[in-house]
């Protein structure tokens, strides 16, 4: 159980483009979802936390126009990636939560991006 | 204070060795404590996870060692195998919080 998946696994794309990844809780329902960011070799970044069916919070220094979060279901999330460019290019994974009062995040295998 | 240091940065192991794994927080309200495990190229996996209730919880192979009044808290590894060889991350929140990680730790376990 408890399984997230994400989509796609690896994507590349041209500067000034915009790229979409989906999560998705598989066999639970997700009330929290987080998006995180890794570089090579570094810790996971906390990105933001969605609630379903309501805005994205964003950590500090994280630009919202950029990093587009929609939480409209209980079993997925999408980040949409504006604009995209090199400096954009890392390893983006999401985490799931289920019910409020659970502790226990669940992380999906991650998307590779690179931006040409 | 919203800081978990974790210690060492890198770890070689045989074989058949333990693996101890080092993280110490500040902030005393911290009360959810789990380990995850990361391979190249793939998503964390929760290993184990304790609370601050109790001091010591083990599954397998792994062992989480609490000590609340130092802050800090171990993941231990029993009889180390080459497939263990990940990174492996300690993380912190409180209650249903967002989780901070710690910086990793990447394990390698030569045969």
């Known amino acids: ?37 890794q ?22 220094g994280v630009e919202k ?52 | 204070q919203q800081q978990v240091k974790q210690s060492p940065q890198s770890l070689i192991v045989q074989k058949g060795g333990i693996s101890i794994i080092n993280c110490a927080y500040e902030n005393t309200a911290f009360d959810y404590f789990p380990w995850y495990q990361q391979f190249p190229g793939k998503g964390p996996a929760l290993l184990i996870a304790i609370r601050p209730d109790v001091s010591e919880k083990k599954e ?7 000590n609340k009044s130092a802050k800090q808290f171990s993941l231990h590894i029993m009889d180390s195998q080459p497939g263990d060889s990940a990174t492996y991350f300690c993380a912190a929140s409180m209650s249903t919080d967002k989780l901070i990680f710690g910086t990793g730790t990447r394990l390698q376990v030569f045969p």
């Open chain 1, 1 to 37: 159980g408890a399984v997230v998946s994400q989509h796609p696994s690896r994507v590349i794309c041209k500067s000034g483009t915009s790229v979409k990844i989906e999560c998705r809780s598989l066999d639970f329902q997700a009330t929290t979802m987080f998006w995180y960011r």
């Open chain 1, 39 to 60: 570089f090579p070799k570094k810790s996971l970044m906390l990105m933001a936390t969605s609630n379903e069916g309501s805005k994205a919070t964003y950590e500090q």
């Open chain 1, 65 to 116: 126009d950029k990093f587009l979060i929609n939480h409209a279901s209980l079993t997925l999330s999408t980040l949409t990636v504006t604009s995209a460019h090199p400096e954009d290019s890392s390893f983006y994974i999401c985490s799931a939560r289920e019910g409020l009062r659970q502790e226990t995040q669940y992380f999906g295998p991650g998307t590779r991006l690179l931006v040409l």
């Open chain 2, 60 to 66: 397998g192979r792994f062992t989480i060692s609490f």
